[in-house]
């Protein structure tokens, strides 16, 4: 009979910067019982997914499992780590448990979406720990770019496993916990099995800054600025948020917080008790009353976003509110890679209307909220475990991660999504591997990436698209000649005339010319007239169209 596995199974965030979610099991193969951390988004891009609204891990190979499922820990509030459970919910249908600030995100999210939302547990901060099956788990206090980050210690029958979610070692982070080395000291003093561990900002060789190390430098810019300023940062970010606000308020300037989600963020963090002492805001309809260069807006829409407040004001007036020439606007981010055309775009629509655009490029303006390779090192010579798993990360950060564990003498190994980790041992090693992929959200449906819609949508951008429609009578003969209706395709061709005039000829012609064996098969008859159409295409105007063939007959 076999014994029991400790095992560790990515289904998202691993191999990849976002969708993060990752499963742990103790018992006999195939037979564990299971507890997922964390469930995630990505977010699409036009390039790959256009059109696509969410991007969520493939949740199979758990839902089919989800009576060995005991629950969903959620690290924080982060929409690559939160943004897919009420989504995908309904298919697991287990306790979500999470620290305050983060249950009042999950809880919101699952009402939005016509769930209950009393299946979101508050879980308190270790020493406080929840029993599930062979699992108990803790959330330790960890100091992160959104509040009450903790780090899971997850201990079962063969030892304790620290999984670190994102993470920072800012002493002084201005919202929220601390890190405290002593407290993680402590919890793996007695050993720990395996550190799976934050991997992002691996490939930055400097010691991480704090929080507070920006005041005073957010403080001059804005004091110095003439005009209005406005400043955007990622809403979940709240410390930040509070660092920008305190800077304007120190200016003498009056507040303005624009877009739903940095409202919808400091309201929770207020309801929860992890923000206090924050500036007076006013609405925006207030704002008019007040002379332009003792206004400060803080802005969503830092990575580019085209719907959000930054990119609003980009187009001109928002909420009654316009930055004009001589304005200062300040990006207190970092753009994230994927981002950079969103962003560059605001920062011309800026320029062409005379507004100073401040970026991070002088490291003066925002700090990480990961852990960057100093911070990683010295997260394991505090824990030292037996074994480091990387995670949340591309391939190139995982295995530069591994690297650094091996030549510390801590067994590592890389391990991306479907790869499943035996922890059990004194190495880690591969237990199986596991089909995964991703699910779209598109409009109100849930697609798989294998489906095809999203590739029949890049090919219809890539190369246009004809409807050919062709009628049949009782005796299966042409009625007419055949119709074609063009999407996306120039007009004229090297021929000079109407690219739809030529190919309706060349579609005619063959309908002219078929035996009565392919004019009877409709499928042999859309066979054809897609080549046809793709060849005259192809001969006038150098593509090859996607091609929708209607053949209706006269019954």
Same mark, same amino acid.
């Given at each position: 009979?076999?014994?029991?596995?400790?095992?560790?199974? #990515?289904?998202?965030?691993?191999?990849?910067?976002?969708? !993060?979610?990752?499963?742990?099991?103790?018992?006999? #193969?195939?037979?564990?019982?299971? &507890?997922?951390?964390?469930?995630?988004?990505?977010?699409?891009?036009?390039?790959?997914?256009?059109?696509?609204?969410?991007?969520?891990?493939?949740?199979?190979?758990?839902?089919?499992?989800?009576?060995?499922?005991?629950? *969903?820990? &959620?690290?924080?509030?982060?929409?690559?780590? /939160?943004?897919?459970?009420?989504?995908?919910?309904?298919?697991? !249908?287990?306790?979500?448990?999470? @620290?305050?600030?983060?249950? !009042?995100?999950?809880?919101?999210?699952?009402?939005?979406?016509?769930?209950?939302?009393?299946?979101?547990?508050?879980?308190?901060?270790?020493?406080? $720990?929840?029993?599930?099956?062979?699992?108990?788990?803790?959330?330790?206090?960890?100091?992160?770019?959104?509040?009450?980050?903790?780090?899971? $210690? /997850?201990?079962?029958p063969a030892g304790r496993v620290v999984h670190t979610g994102d993470f920072k070692l800012d002493e002084n982070p201005i919202v929220g916990e601390a890190?405290?080395?002593?407290?993680?000291?402590?919890?793996?003093?007695?050993?720990?099995?395996?550190?799976?561990?934050?991997?992002?900002?691996?490939?930055?060789? !400097?010691?991480? %800054?704090?929080?507070?190390?920006? +005041?005073?430098?957010?403080?001059?810019?804005?004091?110095?600025?003439?005009?209005?300023?406005?400043?955007?940062?990622?809403?979940?970010?709240?410390?930040?948020?509070?660092?920008?606000?305190?800077?304007?308020?120190?200016?003498?300037?009056?507040?303005?917080?624009?877009? @739903?989600?940095?409202?919808?963020? &400091?309201?929770?963090?207020?309801?929860? +008790?992890?923000?206090?002492?924050? #500036?007076?805001?006013?609405?925006?309809?207030?704002?008019?009353?007040?002379?332009?260069?003792?206004?400060?807006? &803080?802005?969503?829409?830092?990575?580019?976003?085209?719907?959000?407040?930054?990119?609003?004001?980009?187009?001109?007036?928002?909420?009654?509110?316009?930055?004009?020439?001589?304005?200062?606007?300040?990006?207190?981010?970092?753009?994230?890679?994927?981002?950079?055309?969103?962003?560059?775009?605001?920062?011309?629509?800026?320029?062409? @209307?005379?507004?100073?655009?401040?970026?991070?490029?002088?490291?003066?303006?925002?700090?990480?909220?990961?852990?960057?390779?100093?911070?990683?090192? %010295?997260?394991?010579? *505090?824990?030292?475990? =037996?074994?480091?798993?990387?995670?949340?990360?591309?391939?190139?950060?995982?295995?530069?991660?591994?690297?650094?564990?091996?030549? =510390?003498? /801590?067994?590592?190994?890389?391990?991306?999504?479907?790869?499943?980790?035996?922890?059990?041992?004194?190495?880690?090693?591969?237990?199986?591997?596991?089909?995964?992929? %991703?699910?779209?959200?598109?409009?109100?449906?849930?697609? +798989?990436?294998?489906?095809?819609?999203?590739?029949?949508? *890049?090919?219809?951008?890539?190369?246009?698209?004809?409807?050919?429609?062709?009628?049949?009578?009782?005796?299966?003969?042409?009625?007419?000649?055949?119709?074609?209706?063009?999407?996306?395709?120039?007009?004229?061709?090297?021929?000079?005339?109407?690219?739809?005039?030529?190919?309706?000829?060349?579609?005619?012609?063959?309908?002219?010319?078929?035996?009565?064996?392919?004019?009877?098969?409709?499928?042999?008859?859309?066979?054809?007239? =897609?080549?046809?159409?793709?060849?005259?295409?192809?001969?006038?105007?150098?593509? =090859?169209?996607?091609?929708t063939v209607v053949v209706s007959r006269m019954r």
């Amino acid at each position: 009979m076999s014994s029991e596995r400790l095992i560790y199974l #990515p289904l998202g965030g691993a191999g990849e910067i976002g969708m !993060n979610a990752y499963v742990y099991g103790y018992g006999k #193969p195939g037979k564990e019982r299971l &507890i997922l951390v964390d469930l995630g988004v990505a977010f699409p891009d036009m390039d790959t997914t256009p059109g696509v609204d969410l991007i969520m891990p493939d949740i199979t190979w758990l839902a089919d499992r989800a009576d060995q499922l005991e629950g *969903i820990f &959620i690290t924080h509030a982060h929409e690559d780590h /939160i943004g897919a459970v009420a989504h995908l919910y309904s298919r697991l !249908n287990v306790p979500v448990y999470a @620290r305050a600030f983060t249950a !009042n995100i999950a809880r919101r999210k699952m009402d939005e979406h016509g769930l209950d939302p009393e299946v979101v547990n508050t879980i308190s901060a270790w020493p406080a $720990v929840t029993k599930l099956g062979p699992f108990t788990v803790g959330a330790v206090p960890i100091s992160h770019s959104i509040p009450e980050s903790g780090g899971l $210690v /997850i201990d079962s029958p063969a030892g304790r496993v620290v999984h670190t979610g994102d993470f920072k070692l800012d002493e002084n982070p201005i919202v929220g916990e601390a890190f405290d080395p002593e407290l993680w000291a402590d919890i793996s003093k007695d050993g720990v099995q395996a550190l799976v561990c934050d991997s992002t900002n691996v490939f930055s060789l !400097n010691p991480g %800054r704090s929080e507070s190390d920006l +005041g005073d430098n957010i403080t001059k810019l804005i004091s110095e600025a003439s005009g209005m300023v406005a400043a955007t940062t990622f809403a979940s970010n709240v410390a930040r948020v509070k660092t920008l606000a305190e800077a304007g308020e120190r200016a003498g300037r009056s507040i303005v917080l624009l877009g @739903r989600a940095m409202n919808r963020m &400091i309201e929770a963090s207020v309801e929860t +008790g992890v923000l206090k002492n924050f #500036p007076a805001v006013i609405r925006p309809e207030e704002a008019g009353d007040i002379p332009r260069e003792n206004l400060m807006l &803080i802005t969503t829409g830092s990575q580019g976003e085209r719907r959000a407040a930054s990119a609003q004001l980009a187009r001109g007036k928002f909420r009654g509110l316009e930055l004009k020439e001589g304005d200062l606007f300040l990006f207190s981010s970092k753009t994230i890679p994927g981002n950079e055309k969103g962003v560059i775009w605001i920062i011309n629509q800026f320029s062409e @209307r005379g507004v100073d655009v401040v970026d991070d490029s002088s490291g003066l303006y925002h700090v990480s909220g990961h852990a960057n390779r100093p911070d990683l090192q %010295r997260m394991h010579e *505090i824990v030292k475990p =037996k074994m480091l798993i990387p995670m949340h990360g591309e391939h190139r950060h995982l295995r530069q991660h591994a690297r650094l564990g091996e030549e =510390k003498g /801590i067994a590592s190994t890389i391990a991306v999504n479907g790869m499943m980790v035996d922890l059990t041992g004194d190495r880690p090693t591969v237990a199986e591997y596991i089909d995964t992929g %991703r699910t779209y959200l598109d409009g109100s449906v849930k697609v +798989g990436a294998m489906d095809g819609i999203v590739r029949d949508r *890049i090919r219809m951008a890539l190369n246009g698209h004809v409807v050919v429609t062709a009628i049949l009578d009782e005796q299966d003969e042409p009625l007419g000649e055949p119709w074609v209706d063009l999407k996306g395709l120039a007009e004229t061709g090297k021929s000079n005339a109407a690219l739809v005039e030529i190919m309706e000829e060349d579609l005619n012609q063959f309908l002219m010319r078929a035996g009565k064996k392919t004019l009877k098969d409709d499928d042999k008859l859309e066979q054809e007239l =897609k080549r046809i159409a793709r060849q005259s295409a192809q001969s006038e105007i150098g593509k =090859k169209p996607e091609v929708t063939v209607v053949v209706s007959r006269m019954r």
